[in-house]
């Protein structure tokens, strides 16, 4: 798994010969499952942030991803599936 520049995690799938785990590949291709989970664990060193209605935000600068798992329905619907990193970089 890495942190590709753009700032999007991208990481290598493997599947077994289950059939289950055929099946979940086939909707991956088909674009049928799109959605993500990451499981991860962050350090101790974070900003944190009130607004206006009062909701605390916290933005980690070290975290460390240990789990990624296809479901049906993600806690941030802005992570999918299908996000390989470009073949060449785009210019800075």
Same mark, same amino acid.
């Given at each position: 798994?890495? *942190? %590709? &520049?753009?700032? $999007? *995690?991208? %990481?290598?799938?493997?599947? !077994?010969?289950r059939?289950?785990a055929?099946?979940?590949?086939?909707?991956?291709?088909?674009?049928?499952?799109?959605?993500? !989970?990451?499981?991860?664990?962050?350090?101790?060193?974070?900003?944190? !942030? $009130?607004? $206006?209605? %009062? $909701?605390?935000?916290?933005?980690y600068?070290?975290? &460390? =991803?240990?789990?990624?798992? !296809?479901? #049906?329905? #993600? &806690?941030? =619907?802005?992570?999918?599936?299908?996000?390989?990193? #470009?073949?060449? #970089?785009? &210019? =800075?």
């Amino acid at each position: 798994i890495a *942190l %590709g &520049a753009d700032r $999007k *995690l991208r %990481g290598e799938v493997r599947f !077994s010969r289950r059939q289950a785990a055929q099946e979940i590949r086939t909707d991956m291709l088909d674009g049928i499952r799109t959605s993500v !989970s990451v499981g991860y664990i962050t350090g101790d060193d974070y900003e944190q !942030s $009130k607004d $206006k209605a %009062g $909701k605390v935000t916290r933005h980690y600068r070290r975290w &460390a =991803p240990y789990e990624v798992s !296809s479901v #049906p329905l #993600p &806690a941030d =619907p802005t992570v999918g599936v299908g996000r390989a990193a #470009p073949a060449t #970089p785009p &210019a =800075p």
